[in-house]
């Protein structure tokens, strides 16, 4: 297993450039996670910001492709953080992104030519 995970770690790499240069051009609608090049950053799932997220989301699952909405409550707001006693509103960024936050697979099992048709069909519903 772990002589695998070498080769794993690349396809993610891999995976999630294809996903940052491809929906370059569009950030108006959707942003993908800043990285630095000081750094190797391996994803399983890109989580991205969207407009329209909701939409978006039903989009991508009519065409195949397993988008999520992880976190969608601030967890500032779940029930296990209840007795800190904080409210809607006491953090409003992270409550703006709990709104617009999609996960796009980007993980070693997705092939290049699936990345591909992903940003394609992101971009399908931004022109539209």
Do not use: W
Not at 15 to 37: C, F, M, Q, V, Y
Not at 58 to 79: R, T
Not at 86 to 109: L, R, V, W
């Amino acid at each position: 297993l772990l002589e695998t995970v070498n080769e794993s770690n690349k396809k993610r790499i891999r995976n999630a450039r294809i996903l940052d240069d491809g929906l370059k051009g569009i950030e108006e609608h959707i942003i993908t996670p800043p990285r630095s090049p000081k750094f190797k950053e391996v994803y399983q799932l890109t989580v991205a910001l969207a407009t329209q997220r909701d939409k978006l989301l039903q989009f991508m699952l009519s065409k195949g492709v397993d988008c999520k909405i992880h976190y969608p409550i601030p967890l500032h707001l779940q029930k296990c953080a209840k007795d800190l006693g904080y409210k809607q509103g006491d953090f409003p960024e992270c409550e703006k992104q709990s709104n617009e936050i999609i996960t796009i697979p980007a993980h070693q099992h997705v092939t290049e030519e699936q990345m591909e048709y992903i940003v394609e069909t992101i971009h399908s519903f931004y022109k539209d």
